[in-house]
């Protein structure tokens, strides 16, 4: 009897935990990210680690990063960004290097009065230098629910997605000598600040401090990416669709009727700011 015996009810619930944690393990924020400043008071983990939440107040914002660096990947998360009068807040979410020629791929969502468009604003850096500001309004509430903000960072090209319609692509043009992140490991960094000096009609809205707490929340991170640990990359098993991914012709439809209906500044266009020529790929990045 005993030799031909059912497995213990203890072990289907070891094997059925076991199962649980990892189906979760890629959305949890205890296993993928720290709050680094607000710990505790401003910034939460929540709800067994799907949910992570910033705040802002007068005392303070917050932040958190994720536990990996990566080189390249995709990564993505649903954000839901603060609602009603968000005038002068600004919420960043963004992939970045260290060191004095950093390498930087930004989301950042700048605040408004109620009833007023955020405006997502994005740029890309490489080797120190920015200049590469985009911006755009959205198709929808960012503050009514949750949306899909992602990062796809590969050997060729860096775009932006917004609920998986592209909305930019840098190219990889180092033909041309433009230079492109590829070298240096970044980290994914996220926090809610008060930039009343500048975020909301330039600075004219200022933060309603009667209005706080101000709040963000975040759902569902995920990397497809290289880690990097101990001097050497890791990627995941599915790294041949990512890290080849380029925008198909559907997808190019999209990313265009994002620009032609939505895209309120694009530095590529701004001739007074650029008196000596506009930057290289601007010339060049609708032909390869
Ligand atoms: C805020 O609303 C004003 C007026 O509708 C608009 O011009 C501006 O682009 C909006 N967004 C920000 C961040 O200033």
């Known amino acids: 009897m005993a030799a031909f015996r059912s ?3 203890g072990m289907v619930l070891l094997l059925l935990m ?62 839901k960004l ?3 009068n968000s005038a002068g807040t600004v ?7 260290k060191g004095e020629t950093w390498d930087e791929i930004d989301f950042e969502f700048l605040g408004n009065l109620s ?22 309004y959205l198709w929808f509430d960012p503050t009514a629910d949750f949306h899909t903000y992602s990062i796809l960072w590969n050997p060729q ?12 692509e840098f190219k990889n043009l180092e033909f041309l000598g433009v230079p492109f992140p590829k070298n240096k490991k970044m980290r994914l960094y996220s926090t809610l600040w008060n930039a009343d000096d500048w975020a909301t009609r330039g ?52 990313m265009r009727w994002v620009r032609d209906n939505y895209m309120i500044y694009d530095y590529c266009t701004d001739t007074k700011r650029f008196p000596q020529g506009l930057p290289t790929e ?4 609708n032909l390869f």
């Open 203 to 254: 600075g004219l809205e200022k933060t309603d401090w009667s209005q706080a707490p101000f709040k963000a929340s975040y759902k569902k991170f995920k990397a497809d990416a290289c880690v990097w640990s101990y001097g050497s990359s890791h990627c995941s098993p599915n790294k041949n669709v990512w890290f080849w991914e380029e925008l198909n012709f559907a997808k190019k439809g999209q």
């Open 82 to 84: 603060v609602p009603g």
């Open 115 to 136: 009833g007023h468009p955020y405006i997502l604003h994005t740029n890309v850096f490489s080797q120190g230098k920015g200049k590469r500001e985009q911006q755009f």
């Open 91 to 97: 919420t960043a979410y963004y992939l970045s290097s």
């Open 7 to 9: 497995p213990s009810t």
């Open 282 to 285: 601007c010339a060049f990045s």
């Open 18 to 79: 076991s199962l649980l944690v990892a189906a979760f393990a890629d959305g949890n924020f205890y296993q993928s990210c720290d709050v680094v400043w607000g710990h505790g008071s401003h910034g939460m983990i929540q709800e067994g680690g799907e949910l992570l939440s910033l705040s802002l107040d007068k005392t303070s914002g917050s932040g958190f990063q994720s536990k990996d660096e990566y080189l390249f990947g995709k990564i993505e998360m649903q954000l």
């Open 157 to 168: 090209r860096i775009v932006f997605y917004v609920d998986n319609i592209p909305i930019r």
